[in-house]
């Protein structure tokens, strides 16, 4: 009887073994058992419409940020002089339009905006586009939603780049005119100020240069 229940225990404690083993992991396949499946690389998911803007604001800030250290002195921007050399308006122009370009698309851009502004059309068409843009941004992520032209999808890039198109193409029709005004007021502007601009500060560079290029 000794023998009979001491097989039976090994038995019983080898099928427990066994079935152990074979017990089916609950993880997710390719993770470590006990670890709940989710994003890995410390990424997490815009909760509302106001994170995900600030998710596609913030890669163009950092790529695009370092421009504004192009902006020059303001206070250096509004010295003027009445030039007294020859030849002297011609270098003044060419210098102060490489020295303060960042200046001048900004003054560029609050003369575009004032227009804006000030012409109805173009500001209903403005806001519109925004509008229509804020809601493209968020469909565009959303993978079921799969436009079809002629029965090809149209993959996210597509998306981007025909809508693209399609703003441009308005803008040029019911802004073209102002477009090409504020350009040519900018263009009179910006060789205004540059001719009158005292350009120190280019000449100064100038100068650097040239005993840099002696050295």
């Known amino acids: 009887m ?3 229940s001491q097989g039976n225990t090994t038995e019983g404690t080898e099928l427990k073994t066994v079935s152990m083993a074979a017990e089916p992991s609950t993880g997710t396949p390719g993770t470590p058992s006990g670890l709940d499946s989710g994003p890995m ?3 997490r998911e815009p909760r509302n419409k106001l994170e995900e803007i600030k998710m596609y604001i913030t890669p163009i800030i950092a790529r695009y940020g370092h421009l504004v250290r192009l902006v020059r002195p303001w206070r250096e921007f509004v010295q003027f002089s009445k030039p007294t050399k020859e030849g002297e308006v011609q270098k003044r122009i060419t210098g102060n339009i490489q020295y303060f370009q960042a200046n001048y698309a900004i003054c560029m851009l609050l003369i575009l905006s004032l227009g804006i502004l000030t012409t109805p059309s173009c500001l209903v068409l403005m806001l519109v586009l925004a509008g229509v843009w804020f809601v493209f941004l968020g469909k565009n992520e959303d993978p079921n939603w799969k436009p079809k032209i002629n029965g090809m999808e149209l993959s996210k890039t597509q998306r981007t780049f025909g809508l693209l198109a399609i703003t441009m193409l308005l803008v040029l029709i019911f802004a073209g005119g102002l477009i090409m005004s504020v350009l040519g007021i900018s263009a009179g502007l910006t060789i205004l100020h540059a001719a009158f601009n005292s350009g120190t500060q280019f000449e100064a560079l100038d ?4 005993a840099l290029d002696q050295i």
């Open 2 to 4: 000794s023998d009979g």
């Open 41 to 43: 690389d410390g990424v």
């Open 207 to 210: 100068e650097a240069e040239q």
